[in-house]
């Protein structure tokens, strides 16, 4: 298992930008694929982005491709998730997410290990 703690998260105005931060402890970072999720109030959890060990493999969600960006820093122990033009349907609570699976998982039970949340508000 491995420890997440996100951070970042806040109140912006539609059209602003955020940059998420999520930092990883316990068992070696770089041997998990990882990713961000979301969800919003009524909603299900729903996968944003990931990115494989190196950080040479990225792959998003359609709503999200274009303004998001996913990156990981394995001598940090952190990946991040910076977006752009934001719209007020991203609000939502982002989750950090760990898994020991191979390939491009993006369904929640593919991920063992999940951070406690981040409150993204975007304000039209």
């Known amino acids: 298992q491995v420890q997440l703690v996100e951070s970042g998260g806040g109140l912006v105005q539609a059209g602003g930008s955020l940059r998420l931060s999520c930092a990883a402890s316990g068992r070696t970072f770089s041997s998990y694929n990882m990713a961000w999720f979301r969800q919003a109030p009524g909603k299900e959890r729903e996968f944003v982005a990931g990115?494989?060990?190196?950080?040479?493999?990225?792959h998003y969600a359609d709503s999200v491709k274009g303004r998001f960006t996913i990156s990981r820093d394995n001598a940090k122990n952190t990946v991040y998730l910076q977006m752009n033009s934001l719209k007020p349907e991203d609000t939502a609570v982002y989750y950090c997410?760990?898994?020991?699976?191979?390939?491009?998982?993006?369904?929640?039970?593919?991920?063992?290990?999940w951070g406690q949340g981040t409150q993204v508000t975007v304000s039209s």
């Open positions: 997410a760990a898994a020991s699976t191979y390939g491009q998982p993006e369904g929640p039970a593919d991920f063992g290990s």
């Open positions: 990115i494989n060990r190196s950080g040479g493999r990225t």
